[in-house]
């Protein structure tokens, strides 16, 4: 059983730029899709960014030209690099798992982290 672990998450201003991480254990996270997803109170979980086991990406609008996701198989480790925050990127940011190629919706991802709170102020 994979189990996903969150970190890097925070305060931040607008403009800043915030890296979050996603470590996994238990077994190797290479041949699955990866995703990080954001929900915040009230609202439904959304598809922020994910990445193939090719390494093909594929970004929810409201992350194109900000986020960039990444993968490092051999460290077992998913990354999202946030740059030029707005305070509606605040959220808890998920970092999910998926046998589904090119899975931007929340119903494809089956194994989900704790998540790790971004706050942006304005």
């Known amino acids: 059983q994979v189990q996903l672990v969150e970190s890097g998450g925070g305060l931040v201003q607008a403009g800043d730029s915030l890296r979050l991480s996603c470590a996994a254990s238990?077994?190797?996270?290479?041949?699955?899709?990866m995703g990080w997803l954001r929900q915040t109170p009230g609202k439904e979980r959304e598809f922020v960014a994910g990445?193939?086991?090719?390494?093909?990406?594929y970004y929810a609008d409201s992350a194109k030209g900000r986020f960039t996701i990444s993968r490092n198989n051999a460290a077992n480790t998913v990354y999202l690099q946030m740059n030029i925050l707005k305070p509606e990127d605040t959220a808890v940011y998920y970092c999910?798992?998926?046998?589904?190629?090119?899975?931007?919706?929340?119903?494809?991802?089956?194994?989900w982290g704790q998540g790790t709170q971004v706050t942006v102020s304005s």
């Open positions: 990445i193939n086991w090719d390494n093909s990406t």
């Open positions: 238990g077994r190797t996270i290479r041949p699955y899709s």
């Open positions: 999910a798992l998926s046998r589904t190629f090119v899975a931007t919706m929340t119903r494809d991802y089956k194994l």
